[in-house]
């Protein structure tokens, strides 16, 4: 298997390497968005993405789609899966800030970047657990009332209030591409100004949608909120 070291940049992928926002410049500027109240996508894309869009294009299907145990933990069970590839290519290019994993550039099954050559700008798909690690989630979460949406958020919500010391922090129950429409209008009439996401793929085009519908700042953090921020 190729490492991080085995990289020889093409031109294509030096360009992509060039458009890569940092964790600290994305935090800063979603802070301020959070403050001014902008609504604004954050969606990450890796291997099971490049997967579910595959199949969109070209009908073939990854292992790991034919896995029950997989779709259910990925909210992906009973999906169309070809409907949700198409979603995330519409997703990726509307996201106000896209994260394509740089495993990509040593690893094929992780190459999604190429799926978006005419996106302006990228961010680290690690920034989750790069705030983690350099104490920026506290500072990010501060900035507005949070909203956590996940499955197992009734466990999440007093974990992130003691660990961040947060104020008013609240929950809704995100499982599965099934919940995403009841969602829309009850997060729209919630004050938070900041919402948390763990959604799997069909996820991505749901904060992207959210973002819009209900005027709020959605990150998509994905299992860094239980793997580390909560941890």
């Not at 994905?222 to 921020?229: I, K, L």
Request: charged share 25%; with cysteine.
């Amino acid at each position: 298997m190729s490492t991080f070291g085995d990289i020889k940049l093409s031109a294509e992928d030096w360009a992509f390497t060039d458009k890569i926002l940092s964790s600290d410049a994305l935090a800063a500027q979603l802070i301020t968005r959070v403050k001014d109240r902008v609504p604004t996508s954050v969606i990450r894309m890796s291997d099971g993405e490049r997967a579910v869009i595959k199949h969109a294009k070209d009908g073939s299907l990854a292992g790991f789609l034919k896995d029950p145990v997989w779709l259910k933990r990925f909210g992906l069970e009973g999906a169309d899966i070809r409907k949700v590839g198409e979603e995330l290519l519409l997703a990726g290019n509307n996201a106000d800030y896209l994260a394509c994993t740089v495993s990509g550039l040593y690893l094929p099954q992780y190459r999604v970047h190429n799926l978006f050559p005419d996106h302006r700008q990228f961010i680290d798909s690690f920034y989750p657990r790069m705030w983690w690690a350099t104490y920026r989630v506290g500072d990010v979460l501060k900035a507005g009332q949070v909203l956590i949406l996940h499955r197992n958020q009734a466990a999440l919500v007093p974990k992130l209030a003691e660990r961040y010391g947060l104020k008013g922090v609240e929950g809704m129950t995100l499982d599965s591409w099934r919940d995403q429409e009841g969602l829309l209008e009850r997060v729209r009439e919630h004050p938070a100004s900041t919402v948390l996401v763990s959604g799997g793929p069909s996820g991505k085009p749901f904060c992207v949608k959210l973002a819009r519908v209900a005027g709020k700042v959605v990150l998509d953090v994905g299992e860094a909120m239980t793997n580390c921020w909560t941890a």
